[in-house]
């Protein structure tokens, strides 16, 4: 008698090829002894499969449950066929020209089954540097262009030897169709070197990775060839090692990352709650930022030096995610691993170049000749209320497209802003924001950009019809869209998105929030706090209260200005800010005399004259500024390295514990404007009655907290709107975030903060390309669901 058979046909759409999905099919649909096939089409992956019910029940059960760790399936549909008495099941030949569009994977730590043949002797790739498969390895990084085969990678040069290629055309196997798969008969080989580009050490004469473990032991300075570009790496412990490393690379104050062997190691130097383990474990292997432990070290060698991150309460921490980092650690302790760059250039990825620029800072380079493509920084990320929240997107998360609830009608090109620039692609229901790029003021950065632009452009098959840009007429990016624009006549719409709405359309894209959904609602009170944006008045905006959707938005409110005596000599020397807000806060002169005035006597006249003829003084309504101005007063720089430095370092000093609050005055006309120099000054009587600066640095955040939540609730009693968006790089702050958050939820406020993409301007692009979108189609963007 034979039982009913029934069979399925099934649909999965989403990143499913080059992932190892028709293997996971295949051997799900064998074990369960299913006959039928599996096949890549443009749409992704089909398959039909028959048998018995219950088996048929079961497999798709698992299809959704158990895919492949690089997968990112969207939909899976199903249809019923006429059973056809299969009873073996095969892998589909792929059609010419099918693959297309499939969606680049992101680059993906080292997985566990690799990780056991590294370590295993029996193994033929034990100990290989380049170990991967179909669930890990290179990707975004190596892809050269599309369809993702291994002749578009920078893997082509290298043939598979006999044993890779019978493991690459055998279905059951975790390297099938795995392009960039490779052992050590016929992959990368490594490679310790000299300053010159001399080998040290050459594989298999002697192990490069002992050679390198043995400089850094000696306190040398290493550079290591990762995957989206070079490293630079030194004992994390040795004073003397991270010092020179700081000194050499002319990095004076920014915080270094650190890379330990496991989770143990973490722990070891900080606080890390499950949801820092699973980011640190994740496949995308962020940068986590993380308290640091108080007290000593728990054991020897696990100390972190002062040179690595000074004055900072948190250390930014990740795991090996290749497995020539594993290697590495397992002879080492924990290392710095820090951007191979010289101060603000961009990471570098070309061999020749790298051995160029590094060989004043490395005292070896740990390299190999499996070139980089595409270069990409690591993603940095930190929690907030037991969720990830991006800080740096990039490796690990790039070029995967965030899904958004509308459609774009057409596609959007958005070119960003100048600083932590990105840019984003758009069509259909995705948004493919770029990975972090850097600022954009110098010419190999800017190659970066337009070179990016071009790459995703051809991997994602998108042309855009719509192209966003900031106001500001001297940023790069706004020129690159003109320049783009001009060369297309009539092909192409140009859009200009003031910064702060961008910033609050990111925020709700960010959130999903777009106005379509049941709750979703269509206007926001937005909150976008920054150093810098061009305003549409033309001064320099960034204590911003926006009533905004995503067509438009209204300047409710804002921090009173104040100028920004010597334009951007201001936002390198904070004390000019001190002056600014003495003028501005404290007219009828002060209660005590100011350390910040002795300190810079000599100019503090002529910058203040400055400052009130109103030359070379653009007015400002900053948060970043004010943030400068309180910083300086309460002595904590003077001048700056980088922009939001001082803000940086008056967050670290505030004492959390603090309850107190500076009171500042909003005034309610037409437009809220909101007093900042009541909040310097509060801060400067507070200095001169002899209260401590962790105590002043507390009660400002608290302040401006307080003065936030104030306006927010004018704003709602006007328009009636209870959701608030907080945007901005200023809420990098996660003193002032916390007191913002926790303030408008107790009073009634839904709060939309951001995770997929950062705050600060790395998220700008995503804000332009919606807003673009919006403005650009009647009726808004296309709904999808
Ligand atoms: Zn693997
Ligand atoms: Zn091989």
């Not at 459609?407 to 990105?422: D, M």
């Not at 900053?622 to 967050?651: H, K």
């Amino acid at each position: 008698m034979v039982s009913q058979r029934i069979r399925t046909r099934v649909r999965v759409s989403g990143i499913v090829q080059g992932v190892g999905f028709r293997p996971f099919v295949y051997s799900l649909a064998t074990g369960l002894g299913l006959g039928g096939l599996v096949g890549n089409d443009v749409d992704g992956v089909f398959a039909e499969v028959e048998g018995a019910p219950e088996a048929v029940e079961k497999f798709m059960v698992a299809l959704g449950r158990d895919a492949p760790p690089l997968a990112g399936v969207e939909r899976i549909a199903t249809s019923p066929l006429r059973p056809q008495g299969s009873t073996v099941f095969a892998i589909a030949p792929s059609q010419p020209g099918g693959e297309r569009r499939t969606l680049v994977s992101a680059d993906t730590a080292t997985c566990d089954d690799c990780l056991a043949e590294l370590a295993d002797p029996a193994d033929r790739r034990f100990g290989y540097p380049f170990i991967n498969c179909t669930n890990c390895g290179p990707r975004f990084t190596i892809v050269t262009g599309v369809p993702y085969d291994r002749a578009l990678t920078t893997m082509a040069g290298f043939a598979m030897c006999g044993s890779c290629a019978a493991e690459y055309h055998d279905p059951a196997n975790r390297r099938f169709h795995a392009q960039p798969t490779c052992c050590p008969d016929c992959g990368p080989r490594l490679r310790l070197t000299d300053p010159t580009g001399a080998s040290l050490f050459v594989d298999p004469v002697a192990d490069p990775v002992d050679g390198a473990a043995d400089v850094l032991a000696r306190g040398g300075v290493l550079a290591v060839k990762g995957l989206g570009g070079y490293h630079l790496a030194a004992g994390a412990a040795s004073e003397a090692a991270t010092a020179a490393l700081r000194a050499r690379k002319h990095r004076e104050d920014k915080p270094f990352a650190i890379m330990a062997a496991d989770l143990d190691q973490a722990r070891a130097l900080c606080e890390v709650d499950g949801v820092a383990a699973d980011l640190l474990t994740s496949r995308r292997r962020p940068i986590v930022l993380l308290p640091r432990r108080a007290g000593p070290a728990a054991g020897p060698g696990t100390g972190v030096a002062r040179p690595v991150a000074p004055g900072n309460r948190c250390l930014g921490v990740m795991l090996p995610y290749t497995a020539l980092h594993h290697l590495l650690l397992a002879r080492t302790g924990p290392i710095v691993l820090t951007s191979g760059n010289v101060s603000d250039e961009p990471i570098a990825y070309a061999d020749d170049d790298a051995l160029a620029k590094l060989r004043g800072i490395a005292d070896a380079f740990l390299t190999h000749d499996r070139p980089i493509h595409v270069r990409t920084d690591d993603s940095v990320v930190r929690t907030f209320r037991g969720r990830a929240a991006l800080v740096r997107r990039a490796r690990g998360h790039a070029p995967e497209p965030l899904r958004l609830r509308t459609a774009f009608a057409r596609p959007v090109l958005a070119c960003g802003a100048e600083l932590k620039s990105t840019f984003c692609l758009a069509k259909g229901d995705r948004a493919f924001v770029s990975q972090h790029i850097g600022d954009l003021e110098n010419a190999e950065t800017l190659r970066s950009f337009t070179e990016g632009i071009a790459h995703f452009g051809a991997l994602f098959e998108i042309t855009p019809a719509v192209i966003a840009h900031d106001l500001h007429p001297e940023y790069l990016s706004t020129k690159y869209a003109q320049d783009l624009a001009d060369a297309n006549p009539g092909g192409l719409e140009l859009v200009g998105v003031q910064h702060h709405h961008a910033h609050i359309a990111s925020c709700l894209a960010d959130n999903g929030a777009d106005g379509t959904g049941g709750d979703s609602p269509a206007r926001v009170i937005g909150v976008a706090f920054d150093g810098t944006g061009y305003g549409t008045d033309g001064t320099v905006w960034g204590g911003e209260f926006l009533v905004a959707g995503l067509d438009g938005f209204e300047r409710a409110g804002h921090l009173a200005p104040v100028p920004m005596p010597g334009g951007a000599a201001a936002i390198r020397q904070p004390w000019r800010m001190a002056a600014a807000y003495t003028d501005a806060g404290c007219p009828d002169g002060l209660s005590g005399p100011l350390d910040v005035r002795r300190r810079n006597e000599e100019r503090w006249a002529s910058v203040l004259a400055m400052a009130r003829r109103g030359v070379n003084s653009p007015a400002t309504s900053s948060a970043g500024r004010l943030f400068d101005a309180v910083a300086a007063l309460v002595g904590v720089r003077d001048q700056v390295n980088y922009e939001g430095q001082a803000a940086v370092e008056l967050e670290q000093l505030a004492e959390p514990a603090e309850r107190g609050r500076y009171p500042a005055a909003v005034e309610d006309g037409d437009v809220l404007v909101a007093s900042g120099a009541d909040l310097f000054r509060c801060a400067a009587d507070d200095l001169a009655a002899g209260v401590g600066r962790e105590v002043i640095a507390a009660r400002f955040h608290n302040g401006l907290a307080g003065l936030i939540v104030d306006c927010c609730v004018l704003l709602r009693e006007r328009t009636g709107l209870t959701t608030a968006a907080l945007s901005g790089g200023v809420f990098q702050n996660l003193l002032l975030l916390e007191a913002v958050t926790g303030r408008l939820e107790a009073r009634g406020f839904a709060v939309l903060t951001h995770c997929r993409v950062p705050c600060n301007d790395g998220g700008i692009s995503l804000g332009q390309a919606v807003v673009a979108a919006a403005r650009t189609r009647p009726g808004g963007l296309a709904r999808t669901t």
